[in-house]
């Protein structure tokens, strides 16, 4: 098993920045290809895809709408991964969740399925004021 915590999240005005973190424990970590998700307000059951990185960081995906603005890395040697979101937007305002599991995957499609990810953080509160 591994362990996630998030970490950074705030309040930040439109155009601003924050650098999210997530806290790996447990099991060896580069052993798992890790994403981001979020949830925005009023809708519990669209967790939707942010970005996703592979196990060494050689491939990350993100969803269109963030492209160009956010930029995800991680260091295997401090056990952590990281989500640097620039040129905030007041639709951004979500909780944001690491996610981590150990299966292979090789494109956006295998990012980005919610349901193939076994390991979750409790989530972090980003809030982007216009």
């Known amino acids: 098993q591994v362990q996630l915590v998030e970490s950074g999240g705030g309040l930040v005005q439109a155009g601003g920045s924050l650098r999210l973190s997530c806290a790996a424990s447990?099991?060896?970590?580069?052993?798992?290809?890790m994403g981001w998700f979020r949830q925005a307000p009023g809708k519990e059951r669209e967790r939707e895809f942010v970005?996703?990185?592979?196990?060494?960081?050689?491939?990350?995906y993100y969803r269109d709408s963030v492209k160009g603005r956010f930029t995800i890395s991680r260091d295997n040697v401090k056990n952590a991964m990281y989500l640097q979101m620039n040129s905030l937007k007041p639709e951004d305002t979500a909780v944001y969740y690491c996610?981590?599991?150990?299966?292979?995957?090789?494109?956006?499609?295998?990012?980005?399925?919610?349901?193939?990810?076994?390991?979750w953080g409790q989530g972090t509160q980003v809030t982007v004021s216009s």
């Open positions: 996610a981590a599991d150990p299966r292979y995957r090789g494109d956006y499609s295998d990012y980005a399925r919610r349901a193939e990810y076994d390991y």
């Open positions: 447990g099991r060896i970590f580069s052993n798992y290809y």
């Open positions: 970005a996703g990185i592979s196990r060494y960081g050689s491939s990350t």
